[in-house]
Nanobody, 121 residues
Framework: QVQLVESGGGLVQPGGSLRLSCAASGSIFSINAMGWYRQAPGKQRELVARITSVGSTNYADSVKGRFTISRDNAKNTVALQMGSLKPEDTAVYYC???????????????WGQGTQVTVSS
């Protein structure tokens, strides 16, 4: 079994920063893309940022220049450094990854349980 466990959410004032981390554990042969999504109340889940196994990144337009995604392939982790936070960044943030459990298996897409980020004064 594979698990994605997020950490680092919380309450922050507008203009502040937070760092989210996600660690993949379990039976892992390889990890392709990893990313972060978010879902605000009453809205659909949306992509925030994604990073491939070789480090190529893409970001939602709303976070470009403010958020940075990174990963440590040796530790099977992905992080999201968030800066210049705005109230509209308030959401539950989910870690996501495409993981192969063994060389004989296809990739499976996994989700973490989510971590709340609240931007408010």
């Amino acid at each position: 079994q594979v698990q994605l466990v997020e950490s680092g959410g919380g309450l922050v004032q507008p203009g502040g920063s937070l760092r989210l981390s996600c660690a993949a554990s379990g039976s892992i042969f390889s990890i392709n893309a990893m990313g972060w999504y978010r879902q605000a109340p009453g809205k659909q889940r949306e992509l925030v940022a994604r990073i491939t196994s070789v480090g190529s990144t893409n970001y939602a337009d709303s976070v470009k220049g403010r958020f940075t995604i990174s990963r440590d392939n040796a530790k099977n982790t992905v992080a999201l450094q968030m800066g210049s936070l705005k109230p509209e960044d308030t959401a539950v943030y989910y870690c996501n990854a495409d993981i192969r459990g063994s060389k004989w298996l296809r990739e499976t897409n996994y989700w973490g349980q989510g971590t709340q980020v609240t931007v408010s004064s």
